[in-house]
């Protein structure tokens, strides 16, 4: 069984720092594919932070410097260290995963936790 569970956000001042991290239960870790996704007010679930086929990451351009993703194989976890936070960071983080399709990571993760919420002040 599938299950995703994300800890570790809260609320924090412009410029400050959070790392929040991701449980990913089931044979899925060892896929590889995986990543961060933010749902702010009013807007659409974008990526923030994600593996790529091959191990590559993409990151979207502004957080670019500021945010790394990071996992630990040995505890089934997934992490985003987020430095020098701004109000636009607000929203809701996802932790996103999926089967490899052959050898490469999908487009769309089929599977989701259930976010954790990361509120910045200015």
């Known amino acids: 069984q599938v299950q995703l569970v994300e800890s570790g956000g809260g609320s924090v001042q412009a410029g400050g720092s959070l790392n929040i991290s991701c449980v990913i239960s089931?044979?899925?870790?060892?896929?590889?594919?995986m990543g961060w996704w933010r749902q702010g007010p009013s807007e659409e679930r974008d990526v923030v932070a994600r593996?790529?086929?091959?191990?590559?990451?993409h990151y979207t351009d502004s957080v670019k410097g500021r945010f790394t993703i990071f996992r630990d194989n040995a505890k089934n976890t997934l992490y985003l260290q987020m430095n020098n936070l701004k109000p636009e960071d607000t929203g809701m983080y996802y932790c996103?995963?999926?089967?490899?399709?052959?050898?490469?990571?999908?487009?769309?993760?089929?599977?989701w936790g259930r976010g954790t919420q990361v509120t910045v002040s200015s």
């Open positions: 089931g044979s899925i870790y060892t896929s590889g594919c």
């Open positions: 593996f790529m086929t091959g191990d590559r990451i």
């Open positions: 996103a995963a999926d089967r490899r399709i052959r050898t490469s990571c999908p487009q769309r993760f089929n599977y």
